[in-house]
């Protein structure tokens, strides 16, 4: 598994040929990282060796005060993190043994992940490996909503697999419901000035996709407010127009992401299965944009699992819509 081309402009995959040695694990798990989602682009995690080990650690530095005090957000970036680590090793034919939050005095320390052994790699984990540098986060309208329902199965395994659920929201009504909520949340929060600083401090003008942070060509396209119901998050404060061009009318499939419990292992487990479900997607041609705004309110996330019974008796940690789009036309010069 070599020179595997990535999304981030011509880099080459990890030589998985040895990842035995401490070195090759640490190259291995850092190109998976960097090709996971996480909130803003914070890519809120440090990767060290550590006897074999690769420890994978909250970065604190990089966290959310406002928009994510709990650091929610935070750890299920990091189990996206971990998920594409997995993934990766598998599809190289290794076999990761992974401890999750292996000790309790230490909090941060979100995983251990080592070779346990050689294992040939299937089908599936080479699929959704090649998916890892493929996906993208999508923002604005989709062309056409998830028509395959076999797809809309396999998405629904993934989340499974992991320990989560994906709550497929087909019903016109609680779509809407949805749409208000999602609307309702980034309304109060284009009012918040302190959220504004923040989102501020995670954002730039200008720049490529390397850096940490949400760069100007990613955020929502300018049309998106007339477009559809799911306003996305303003990371433009209202003054620098997304750049992101996308054609499509429709809001796409949307769909909750929930997990039993919700602690930070629950959280760990979201982010996994939120990247298992997202190179799912992708392997499939579906992409997804995310709106956890109201998710950030306490009281409208309760609304949603517990009125709207939305989050399958648990705890909702995503919400998504999920489409088939045309590739976005390559963001205009800063
Ligand atoms: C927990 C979490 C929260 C996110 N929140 C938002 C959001 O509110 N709005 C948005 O447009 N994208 C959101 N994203 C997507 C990230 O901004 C995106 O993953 C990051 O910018 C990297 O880009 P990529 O996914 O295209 O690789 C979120 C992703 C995660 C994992």
């Known amino acids: 598994m070599k020179d595997t081309p990535a999304r981030h402009g011509g880099t080459t995959g990890p030589d998985l040929s040895a990842p035995g040695t401490e070195r090759e694990l640490l190259r291995t798990a850092r190109w998976a990282a960097e090709h996971a989602p996480s909130v803003w682009n ?63 005095d230490r909090p941060g320390l979100l995983a251990d992940v080592s070779v346990a052994g050689a294992a040939e790699a299937g089908d599936l984990e080479r699929a959704l490996f090649a998916a890892v540098a493929q996906r993208r986060t999508h923002r604005g309208p989709f062309d056409a909503q998830v028509d395959d329902a076999g797809l809309v199965q396999s998405l629904g395994a993934a989340a499974r697999t992991e320990g989560a659920r994906l709550r497929v929201v087909t019903e016109p009504a609680l779509v809407r419901s949805l749409a208000g909520l999602v609307g309702a949340a980034e309304h109060l929060h284009r009012h918040e000035r302190v959220r504004g600083e923040e989102i501020a401090r995670w954002t730039r003008e200008s ?33 620098i127009p997304g750049r992101m061009r996308v054609s499509g009318t429709s809001d796409g499939t949307v769909a909750v992401l929930a997990t039993p419990g919700d602690a930070r292992a629950d959280w760990l487990t979201a982010g996994e299965a939120l990247q298992r479900v ?25 609304f949603i699992a517990e009125r709207m019974s939305l989050a399958e008796g648990g705890h909702a940690q995503m919400l998504m819509r999920l489409g088939r789009a045309a590739p976005a036309a390559p963001a205009q010069a800063a």
């Open 42 to 104: 914070t890519r809120p995690w440090t990767l060290e060796t550590d006897r074999g080990r690769v420890c994978l650690r909250i970065d604190l530095r990089r966290r959310l005060p406002v928009a994510d005090p709990a650091l929610r957000e935070s750890v299920i970036s990091c189990g996206a993190a971990l998920f594409t680590i997995r993934i990766t090793l598998l599809a190289g034919g290794w076999r990761p043994d992974v401890h999750r939050l292996p000790d309790p």
């Open 278 to 302: 997202l190179l799912t997607a992708a392997h499939g041609g579906v992409s997804a944009a995310f709106h956890p705004q109201p998710l950030e309110e306490p009281l409208l996330r309760r």
């Open 207 to 239: 720049g490529g996709r390397t850096a940490p942070g949400v760069p100007a060509q990613d955020y929502p396209p300018a049309d998106d407010e007339a477009a559809r119901l799911f306003p996305g998050r303003d990371f433009g404060h209202g003054r």
